[in-house]
C-alpha cells in the first residue's frame, strides 16, 4: 500500500476550532451569543456551541473561514514526512466556494502535494450520490474522522482521526487520535 488519501476537514486543518474562531469574531456582536468553545463541540452542525448560525456554510463557505484556518497539531510536518513513503490524494467535499476556497488553501499551505480530490455537495441536489466511495481508494490507506465516510470506501486500511465526535464515537476499528500516531504507525 503505497497510497494515501487524507481526508481535509478535521483531519488535516482544525475545522472546528477554526470555526469557532471565527464563530466568536463575527457573531460577537448579536444579540444572544455566548463564546464557543471549541473544545465542547460535540454535534456535526457545531450548533451546540454556534447556535447563532443559520446554517454551517455560511462560515464553512466563507472566504473568512479559509483566512484563518490552522492545521491540526503536527499535521504539517507529518504529512510532509508521509509524502517521502506514500503517494498522497487529499479528498474532501464541500459547496462549491468551499472547495475552490480549499483548493486555494492547500495549493498555498501544502504546495507539494498535486493530487486533490474535491466533490461538490452540489452534486448531490441533482440526486447523483457523490460521497467519497465514488474515489477508488482499493489497496489503499484512508484517514478520516467520519464513521460514514470510512465505512463507505473501499480503502485497505482504514484509520479513524482525531478526538471522539458523535460522528465517529461508534468506530470500531483503527483509530489515530494525532498525527505523532499517524506518523509512528505509518512511518
Ligand atoms: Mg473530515
Known amino acids: 500500500m503505497n497510497k494515501l488519501f487524507l481526508d481535509f476537514d478535521c483531519t488535516i486543518a482544525d475545522s472546528v476550532k477554526t470555526y469557532c474562531n471565527v464563530y466568536n469574531s463575527y457573531y460577537k456582536e448579536r444579540k444572544g451569543f455566548k463564546v464557543a468553545d471549541h473544545s465542547k463541540v460535540k454535534r456535526y452542525d ?3 456551541q454556534c447556535h447563532l448560525v443559520d446554517h454551517q456554510e455560511t462560515i464553512f463557505s466563507s472566504k473568512e473561514f479559509f483566512k484563518h484556518l490552522e492545521f491540526m497539531p503536527h499535521a504539517k510536518e507529518v504529512i510532509e514526512r508521509l509524502g517521502c513513503k506514500y503517494e498522497l490524494v487529499i479528498c474532501s467535499i464541500g459547496t462549491l466556494d468551499n472547495i475552490s476556497y480549499k ?3 492547500i495549493k498555498n499551505n501544502l504546495p507539494f502535494i498535486k493530487n486533490v480530490v474535491l466533490v461538490s455537495t452540489a452534486v448531490e ?3 447523483i450520490k457523490m460521497d467519497k466511495s465514488s474515489v477508488n481508494m482499493k489497496d489503499s490507506i ?3 474522522d467520519h464513521v460514514e465516510n470510512l465505512l463507505s470506501s473501499n480503502a485497505e486500511l482504514k484509520i479513524c482521526f ?3 465526535f458523535e460522528w465517529n464515537k461508534n468506530w470500531m476499528g483503527h483509530r489515530c487520535f494525532n498525527w505523532k500516531e499517524v506518523e509512528n504507525l505509518l512511518l
Do not use: N, P, R, V
Request: no cysteine; glycine share 6%; proline share 0%.
Open 142 to 144: 484512508f484517514i478520516d
Open 162 to 164: 482525531g478526538k471522539e
Open 46 to 48: 457545531l450548533k451546540d
Open 103 to 105: 483548493s486555494q488553501w
Open 125 to 127: 441536489a441533482a440526486s
